[in-house]
């Protein structure tokens, strides 16, 4: 793997499924009394974060903690972020801290990337979400998901098929989830209204499609979309009732899927809109499922950007 993880774009197929494999032998730490390795011990791992976020934090935290990790929660609110320290300043802090590697969440798309390039830090970089742009280790728990359902937890993805609905246009996640599935030999089919995908989508490698009925008929996964309202600052649909009936995924919606398609959602949900409330706590559904899964597939990348290329032995595993 490359020092950092900014983009699903960092991994080709290889550098992807080192991941998913490693995450797949971690797991076994979370079955265990003692959910601990000492593969990070004496390392120092700082979330920072500029936006609130729960699931994806305490996952990282979570995850730098089996590891024997120490972590360092950074967030604007309390600190010297809220009183206009630069990026660049609270950077330099945290390399006097030694930190090993940033786990970043920003408001603004590809501040990630400065904080990797500038040279203000020479510890790895895990982008956890930039703006409307990436959010590789949500698609990466995504394809572990969907391998563990629909590839008995082996190989790549190869001629399954991704249906991705909603707003795509304000989802880091959408984008980082069309790329990693086509890298995994997945096909894509993204469904929503013209007015919720961006600029550029056709130069996507996925299919595009306006219409969600047809799309379910083939999915081998259906992945809802939370509609961000917080970001829009216009009226992009009629209303909430019209862009459910279009794109709400209900309980006869969910009858159209074949019979071993899985139903996702990245969080948080917005129940009764995007997706149906019998629904999100159907046995289709996998949601709860991928929450665990984050911790592994996160486990996975910080022990292969600071602890190395290999996966552990089975003597690691089972200290």
Same mark, same amino acid.
């Given at each position: 793997? !490359?020092?950092?993880?900014?983009?699903?774009?960092?991994?080709?197929?290889?550098?992807?499924?080192?991941?998913?494999?490693?995450?797949?032998?971690?797991?076994?730490?979370?079955?265990?009394?003692?959910? !601990?390795?000492?593969?990070?011990?004496?390392?120092?791992?700082?979330?920072?974060?500029?936006?609130?976020?729960?699931?994806?934090?305490?996952?990282?935290?979570?995850?730098?903690?089996?590891?024997?990790?120490?972590?360092?929660?950074?967030?604007?609110?309390?600190?010297?972020?809220? !009183?206009?320290?630069?990026?660049?300043?609270?950077?330099?802090?945290?390399?006097?801290?030694?930190?090993?590697?940033?786990?970043?969440?920003?408001?603004?798309?590809?501040?990630?990337?400065?904080?990797?390039?500038?040279?203000?830090?020479?510890?790895?970089?895990?982008?956890?979400?930039?703006?409307?742009?990436?959010?590789?280790?949500? #698609?990466?728990?995504?394809?572990?998901?969907?391998?563990?359902?629909?590839?008995?937890?082996?190989?790549?993805?190869?001629?399954?098929?991704?249906?991705?609905?909603?707003?795509?246009?304000?989802?880091?996640?959408?984008?980082?989830?069309?790329?990693?599935?086509?890298?995994?030999?997945?096909?894509?089919?993204?469904?929503?209204?013209?007015?919720?995908?961006?600029?550029?989508?056709?130069?996507?490698?996925?299919?595009?499609?306006?219409?969600?009925?047809? #799309?379910?008929?083939?999915?081998?996964?259906?992945?809802?979309?939370?509609?961000?309202?917080?970001?829009?600052?216009?009226?992009?649909?009629?209303?909430?009732?019209?862009?459910?009936?279009?794109?709400?995924?209900?309980?006869?919606?969910?009858?159209?899927?074949?019979?071993?398609?899985?139903?996702?959602?990245?969080?948080?949900?917005?129940?009764?809109?995007?997706?149906?409330?019998?629904?999100?706590?159907?046995?289709?559904?996998?949601?709860?499922?991928?929450?665990?899964?984050?911790?592994?597939?996160?486990?996975?990348?910080?022990?292969?950007?600071?602890?190395?290329?290999?996966?552990?032995?089975?003597?690691?595993?089972?200290?």
């Amino acid at each position: 793997m !490359k020092r950092h993880l900014l983009s699903a774009a960092d991994l080709d197929r290889d550098d992807a499924l080192l991941v998913l494999d490693t995450a797949t032998e971690l797991a076994t730490v979370s079955s265990r009394a003692v959910r !601990k390795l000492p593969t990070l011990r004496g390392r120092t791992v700082v979330n920072l974060f500029f936006e609130d976020s729960t699931r994806t934090r305490i996952s990282f935290e979570a995850a730098a903690k089996r590891l024997s990790a120490d972590v360092i929660n950074f967030t604007a609110k309390g600190s010297s972020l809220s !009183k206009g320290e630069s990026l660049k300043d609270t950077a330099l802090t945290l390399e006097a801290m030694g930190a090993d590697a940033v786990v970043v969440r920003h408001g603004a798309s590809g501040a990630p990337y400065r904080l990797a390039n500038a040279g203000w830090i020479s510890g790895s970089v895990v982008n956890a979400g930039d703006g409307t742009h990436e959010h590789p280790t949500q #698609a990466l728990l995504d394809a572990y998901t969907m391998r563990r359902h629909l590839s008995e937890g082996r190989g790549d993805l190869a001629d399954r098929r991704v249906t991705i609905v909603g707003d795509v246009l304000h989802s880091r996640v959408a984008r980082s989830n069309v790329l990693l599935l086509a890298t995994l030999g997945a096909e894509v089919t993204l469904v929503a209204p013209p007015t919720l995908l961006p600029v550029g989508v056709e130069d996507w490698p996925c299919e595009i499609s306006y219409e969600l009925d047809p #799309a379910l008929a083939k999915a081998d996964a259906v992945m809802m979309l939370r509609v961000q309202a917080e970001r829009m600052n216009a009226a992009f649909f009629p209303s909430a009732r019209e862009y459910s009936r279009r794109y709400g995924l209900d309980a006869h919606r969910m009858a159209l899927l074949p019979d071993h398609a899985i139903v996702m959602h990245p969080g948080p949900m917005n129940r009764g809109m995007e997706i149906a409330a019998d629904v999100a706590d159907s046995v289709r559904s996998v949601i709860v499922e991928q929450v665990s899964n984050g911790v592994n597939v996160r486990m996975a990348v910080l022990y292969l950007l600071l602890g190395g290329a290999q996966l552990p032995t089975g003597e690691e595993v089972a200290a």
